[in-house]
Structures are given as structure tokens and as C-alpha cells.
T-cell receptor
Framework: AQSVTQLGSHVSVSEGALVLLRCNYSSSVPPYLFWYVQYPNQGLQLLLKYTSAATLVKGINGFEAEFKKSETSFHLTKPSAHMSDAAEYFCAVTSFTGGGNKLTFGTGTQLKVEL | KAGVTQTPRYLIKTRGQQVTLSCSPISGHRSVSWYQQTPGQGLQFLFEYFSETQRNKGNFPGRFSGRQFSNSRSEMNVSTLELGDSALYLC???????????????FGPGTRLTVT
């Protein structure tokens, strides 16, 4: 069964600093991986996805993630944090079971951006 | 293109009652999935429908059920509500399903259900 682990339930950075949110996956087959962001009282917004085309994936709002098979990781980064990046971030892996598509999420990382 | 819409956005029910939540997917999307989000359990998969057929079901009791209509709109129903059913219920739609590609899921704003 596929799963993801997010290290650090809370991360705090200064505005302008590097953002690094960690995600490790476990999968018996090549995984499809996603990062979503959730702002308060809202649903999930897709930031980026990895589907084996390229190991470095660029997403919206300046975020990117690198798939590293040797480390079973898919960490999310952004060179310079902005106040508007404060939100909760979820890493997810998809599995195809029963002919369907099911997302399994990590426990989330709350990002705080300080002045 | 309009996004995924969910109604109602907020709902307050009493223990023992039942509730129906509605989801309209993005136009052209035939797959609809439902997730429950709580502070304690995080995001958990409930079920997924494609072409009016349930293709996946999560580990939830039979009180949780759903269906999909021919226009891809979906509803989920929770009967005999318990306090622990208080959660944000998220619906997601996807263009297609299958091992041929990982089609991303687009989420609605959710329905916040409070059971008292």
C-alpha cells in the first residue's frame, strides 16, 4: 500500500527565506505524487504533481519539488517565502485500486511565515 | 471553467439525524471522490464514483454512502449521525481514472458538518 510521511507538523520561516517542506513516500510501484495547499476554511488547491515525466516539478506560486527515488522523497521548496504562503500543505500519493484513483495524504505541515 | 462546487457549505445536525451533501464536479469530469477531514484523523478517503459506479471505498462504516448521477453530480449521505462525524467533507473531481495516467483531483471548498 502506498503512503506518505510528512516530517514536521509545523514549520516557521522568515519572509524571504527558503521554504522546505519534507515528504517521504512508500510505494511498491512507481508513485504519482502531489502537493496540495489548504488555506483556512477552504478546500485543497493543487500546487504540483509528479507523474514520472521529470524529476524536478515546477508548480504554482513559485513552488517546486524534486522526486528522488533513492531517498524516496518528494520535498517541496520555494526560494523566498511570502506572507501569503502561510497555510497548511499536504503531500499525497495516488494509488490505483479497483480500477479507481485514491489519494492517500500525509498529516500535513502548517507553514508560518514571520516578518 | 467553474470549479467544484459543494452545497451546503455549513451544516449543523443533531445526533441520530441523517444528512445529505451535494457535489457538482468540474464540467467534463466523470470521477468524483469524497474525503473526510478532521483534526484527529486528517484527510481520509471515503469513496469514489466513476460513471455512476462506486469503484473504491474507504474504511468507513455503512452509515456513510454515496451515489453519482448521470450528469456526474454526486451526493453523499450519512445516516444516524454521531458526534465523531463532525468534520469537513471534501469532494474532488478528476478528468479520468486509470492506470494510464495520474489525473489530478480538484477539490471543492468543502461542507463543514457539525453534529451536536
Amino acid at each position: 500500500a502506498q503512503s506518505v510521511t510528512q516530517l514536521g507538523s509545523h514549520v516557521s520561516v522568515s519572509e524571504g527565506a527558503l521554504v522546505l517542506l519534507r515528504c517521504n513516500y512508500s510505494s511498491s510501484v512507481p508513485p504519482y505524487l502531489f502537493w496540495y495547499v489548504q488555506y483556512p476554511n477552504q478546500g485543497l488547491q493543487l500546487l504540483l504533481k509528479y507523474t514520472s515525466a521529470a524529476t524536478l516539478v515546477k508548480g504554482i506560486n513559485g513552488f517546486e519539488a524534486e522526486f528522488k527515488k533513492s531517498e524516496t522523497s518528494f520535498h517541496l521548496t520555494k526560494p523566498s517565502a511570502h506572507m501569503s504562503d502561510a497555510a497548511e500543505y499536504f503531500c499525497a500519493v495516488t494509488s490505483f485500486t479497483g480500477g479507481g484513483n485514491k489519494l492517500t495524504f500525509g498529516t500535513g505541515t502548517q507553514l508560518k511565515v514571520e516578518l | 471553467k467553474a470549479g467544484v462546487t459543494q452545497t451546503p457549505r455549513y451544516l449543523i445536525k443533531t445526533r441520530g439525524q441523517q444528512v445529505t451533501l451535494s457535489c457538482s464536479p468540474i464540467s467534463g469530469h466523470r470521477s468524483v471522490s469524497w474525503y473526510q477531514q478532521t483534526p484527529g484523523q486528517g484527510l481520509q478517503f471515503l469513496f469514489e464514483y466513476f460513471s455512476e459506479t462506486q469503484r473504491n471505498k474507504g474504511n468507513f462504516p455503512g452509515r456513510f454512502s454515496g451515489r453519482q448521477f448521470s450528469n456526474s453530480r454526486s451526493e453523499m449521505n450519512v445516516s444516524t449521525l454521531e458526534l465523531g462525524d463532525s468534520a469537513l467533507y471534501l469532494c474532488a473531481s478528476s478528468l479520468a481514472i486509470g492506470a494510464s495516467g495520474a489525473y489530478e483531483q480538484y477539490f471543492g471548498p468543502g461542507t463543514r458538518l457539525t453534529v451536536t
